[in-house]
């Protein structure tokens, strides 16, 4: 078999549990062990499209991955986060909120090639290890930074505490990061709250045959 398999991730659900529930959906019908990828995975918290590869269509991973993506993300003002989403430890900053004319400035400083640390809590790979284990374990670790580029970053909606983006960004893009960042160029704090990924590169979540993925 050869399939490219669209899911649209429940928030709760890691990516490797949406691959294995798939695997095991997809070995059940054929009557034998199916082969089952990603390409690029989303965090738990977060919602929307993942590409899978089913069989013969894992050798097509090189040509799916590192591809640009469309997200939609809530951003909760005056508040951190240990890991930059609801998952971490939430600290009240308690910061004067700015202003809708505040946001969309800073926004603006947002737009094209920038510089990005990872989170800690990432799947990158330090020195042969998870970022997140090494974390995880209370290990001190350095995160390099890497030059990343947002095409798109508009200001969908603000009512405080939150505001609502929505963002077209080069792939090895942390809208988690892109949260705290803005955050601190508000002088207030941030945090990413929602995450939703509607489209990568041109596959849009509102026009794939979505795979049924039951709870």
Not at 57 to 69: F, G, H, S
């Amino acid at each position: 078999m050869e399939e490219i398999i669209y899911v649209d991730k429940p928030a709760g659900m890691t990516s490797f549990g949406a691959v294995a529930r798939v695997r095991r959906i997809l070995s059940q019908r054929e009557g034998h062990k199916v082969k089952v990828g990603h390409t690029g995975t989303l965090d738990p918290f977060a919602t929307g499209l993942l590409i899978l590869l089913a069989g013969k269509a894992t050798k097509k991973a090189p040509e799916l991955t590192k591809k640009d993506k469309i997200y939609e993300a809530t951003i909760r003002l005056g508040e951190t986060s240990t890991t930059g989403d609801p998952e971490g430890e939430i600290t009240n900053v308690g910061a004067v909120l700015p202003s809708k004319e505040e946001i969309v400035e800073v926004l603006k400083k947002f737009t094209g090639q920038i510089e990005q640390q990872p989170p800690i809590f990432s799947a990158i790979k330090i020195n042969g290890q998870r970022a997140y284990k090494l974390a995880r374990a209370g290990k001190e670790v350095e995160m390099p930074t890497r030059t990343v580029e947002i095409y798109s970053l508009d200001l969908v909606d603000y009512t405080e505490p939150e505001l609502k983006i929505r963002t077209h960004v080069s792939s090895g893009t942390y809208i988690r990061t892109l949260a705290e960042d803005i955050g601190k160029a508000l002088g207030c704090g941030a945090y990413c709250s929602q995450l939703r990924r509607t489209r990568i590169a041109e596959y849009d979540i509102s026009e794939v045959e979505l795979f049924d993925l039951p709870e």
